[in-house]
């Protein structure tokens, strides 16, 4: 049973096996993304936040979810679809369930570790101190520049 954010592996969506262990001692934010939803211009956001913080110790995470219906048909058309539209360069994982009997393990952990049920909807955002605790859990709606705080903060720690 993991007992830490850094006990869990994810698949990128390469097909390479991305050990969370990695990050140990930076900062991370975990977004369950689905191209097709209203809320997919976070992408711009989430790389705009990735690229000012990347060097200062923040790893943005986006973990394709179909659970709601709104992703591309395969992992390499949201790869595609999300460089073309929104230059994303941050890690981007094969497809995952977020809810359910079948959720992937990292959520079912994100979501009891941030004392929260169910994922209501996309771009669900788990902000990881550099200590590896659940710091914050954002919104689908909270858009990514409006906790730039949170991050600075979790990042002079």
Same mark, same amino acid.
């Given at each position: 049973?993991?007992? $830490? &954010? =850094?006990?869990? $592996?994810? +698949? @990128?969506?390469?097909?390479?096996?991305?050990?969370?262990?990695?990050?140990?001692?930076?900062?991370?934010? &975990?977004? %369950? +993304?689905?191209? %097709?939803?209203?809320?997919?211009?976070?992408?711009?956001? #989430? @790389?705009? #936040?990735?690229?000012? =913080?990347? /060097?200062?110790? *923040?790893? &943005? *995470?986006? *973990?394709?979810? %179909?659970?709601?219906?709104?992703?591309?048909?395969?992992?390499?058309?949201?790869?595609? =679809?999300?460089?073309?539209?929104?230059?994303?360069?941050?890690?981007? +994982?094969?497809?995952?369930?977020? %809810?359910? /009997?079948? /959720?992937?393990? #990292?959520? +079912? =952990?994100?979501?009891?570790?941030?004392?929260?049920?169910?994922?209501?909807?996309?771009?669900?955002?788990?902000?990881?101190?550099?200590?590896?605790?659940?710091?914050?859990?954002?919104?689908?709606?909270?858009?990514?520049? $409006?906790?730039?705080?949170? &991050?600075?903060?979790? #990042?002079? @720690?």
């Amino acid at each position: 049973m993991p007992t $830490s &954010i =850094y006990d869990f $592996s994810e +698949t @990128e969506m390469s097909g390479e096996q991305l050990d969370l262990a990695r990050y140990r001692g930076q900062v991370l934010l &975990i977004v %369950n +993304t689905a191209s %097709n939803c209203g809320l997919a211009p976070q992408f711009k956001g #989430l @790389e705009a #936040l990735y690229q000012k =913080y990347r /060097a200062a110790g *923040l790893v &943005i *995470l986006g *973990l394709p979810s %179909n659970q709601f219906f709104q992703e591309k048909a395969t992992d390499a058309a949201t790869h595609d =679809y999300c460089q073309r539209h929104y230059g994303v360069t941050f890690p981007m +994982t094969q497809r995952v369930r977020v %809810n359910g /009997a079948d /959720a992937d393990p #990292l959520f +079912t =952990y994100l979501k009891a570790a941030a004392g929260h049920g169910r994922i209501k909807w996309n771009f669900t955002k788990f902000l990881i101190g550099r200590d590896g605790t659940v710091r914050h859990r954002f919104a689908p709606t909270t858009r990514p520049e $409006s906790f730039e705080d949170a &991050i600075q903060a979790a #990042l002079a @720690e």
